[in-house]
């Protein structure tokens, strides 16, 4: 077994649509990214990418390059779960917590496991995504942005 960890956060950005776990949320805005934003997908393609010992996201994806620019991270997702499978590993299990004061996220829980799920090939009940606050404290909890924790356990 191998375990990994990934952490990211972006600032709001109101020009920008706000996407989390694959799934667009409406009524809110949007997330300051090289890419669409995603910051669940890019916490959690950093979890996979530490268990496996391949680096990070940036290292596969960089910012740097404009292949990249506005990409849909779920393409990037599915990307990282091909290498994993190419190197004989495969996802046990996935916990992710979304740290936000905004917008409210429980109606949209249940796609981001559908969309996550699909894309990693994992049966829903191996996937979990929670949502909770700061109570007002640091920046996520002035509304300045959205931070997230993935953590994966992945099988040899």
Sequence with gaps: MRIGHGYDAHRFASERQLVLGGVTIPDSDGLAAHSD???????????????????????????????????????????????????????????????????????????????????????????NVKATTTEGMGFTGRGEGIAVHAVVLLKE
């Design 37 to 127: 934003g995603d910051v669940v997908i890019h916490a959690l393609c950093d979890a996979l990418l530490g268990a496996a010992a391949l680096g990070d996201i940036g290292k596969l994806f960089p910012d740097s390059s404009e292949e990249f620019r506005d990409i849909d991270s779920r393409i990037l997702l599915r990307e990282v779960s091909k290498r994993l499978s190419a190197g004989d590993l495969s996802v046990s299990s996935v916990d992710i917590s979304i740290v936000a004061q905004r917008p409210r996220l429980a109606p949209h829980i249940a796609a981001m496991v559908e969309a996550l799920s699909s894309d990693l090939n994992l049966a829903r009940d191996r996937l």
